[in-house]
């Protein structure tokens, strides 16, 4: 059986997976092994656990072990046969709160299924309200804030392939196409309506940032590498200047409008660790 540990991270979905004998879920018991100790404290402790989306934590005994230097978690059978786990399985720790001791442990699949769920709907939302509710949903399964929620999506959204735009579409509307309303919550929680380029942001009378979205090259459709959040006088600019692409692995990095060179903001290279991983620990 193997458990996965979510680790509180900047981006969700890291988390590290542990394998376990049947004989340990007969006792009830999981076992951390000695490189996952850190998340949990140096000594025996009773720990507090929400079992799945339960609201109510339930004390366990958490036991270090000095022989061995590994950490066990007693009285766990009624939730693992509740749950009906069979080494196919796998359980997600996450750390709500170290100092308090405070845990969640979530059965893998369902661990998944819910962002997926959320994911989806985030993929397809026609407002910004239920695009907010979305992605809390996806911070709250995550236990990480919604900023670093908004990251790892644009990020995920990001390992997709670029489209096409469709132009046939823009030209029958006359009107430009719209940018999904996901791309336009996730770069406005992301860079707080401050231009990419210059930096300019202003607030509106609703007390939000006024932004504009520009599409870098227009033969692609809406992609976090094709989307930028921009101010209305570098959107211009792009419209009407002498305009210079620079790319970084197919981010713009770098734009010069008439010669002038700007350095451009973008949240992917300010991230140390933007792994989307699982470990698996025996
Ligand atoms: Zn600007």
């Avoid at 979905?13 to 949990?40: A, C, E, K, W």
């Avoid at 939730?79 to 308090?100: F, G, R, S, Y």
């Avoid at 006024?210 to 570098?234: G, M, Q, S, T």
Wanted: hydrophobic share 35%; with cysteine.
């Amino acid at each position: 059986m193997e458990l996965g540990l979510a680790v509180n991270s900047k981006i969700n979905y890291n988390y590290n997976s542990l394998r376990l004998t049947q004989s340990r879920i007969d006792y009830g018991m999981l076992t951390v092994p000695r490189s996952l100790l850190f998340l949990f404290p140096n000594y025996s402790a009773d720990i507090s656990v929400f079992f799945n989306n339960s609201k109510n934590a339930q004390k366990k005994k958490f036991v270090v072990s000095e022989k061995n230097k590994e950490a066990r978690i007693y009285g766990l059978s009624n939730w693992l046969k509740i749950n009906k786990i069979t080494p196919n399985d796998e359980i997600v720790i996450q750390v709500i709160d170290i100092k308090e001791l405070l845990y969640r442990f979530i059965i893998e699949k369902k661990f998944v299924q819910e962002i997926i769920k959320y994911e989806n709907k985030l993929d397809t939302v026609k407002n910004e309200e239920f695009a907010n509710k979305y992605l809390k949903k996806i911070a709250d399964i995550n236990a990480v804030d919604e900023y670093n929620s908004s990251i790892s999506q644009f990020i995920r959204l990001s390992k997709k392939g670029v489209p096409d735009r469709d132009l046939s579409e823009i030209r029958k509307n006359t009107k430009k196409s719209l940018v999904p309303v996901h791309f336009r919550v996730l770069l406005e929680n992301i860079y707080k309506g401050r231009c990419q380029i210059c930096n300019f942001s202003f607030l509106k009378k609703d007390g939000r940032p006024y932004f504009e979205l520009h599409h870098i090259l227009p033969n692609l459709a809406e992609h976090p590498k094709n989307i930028c959040l921009v101010c209305a006088n570098c959107h211009k600019q792009f419209t009407y200047a002498k305009v210079e692409h620079n790319f970084v692995d197919g981010w713009l990095s770098n734009v010069v409008f008439n010669d002038k060179n700007y350095k451009v903001k973008q949240i992917i290279h300010s991230l140390e660790n933007i792994n989307f991983y699982k470990n698996v620990y025996f």
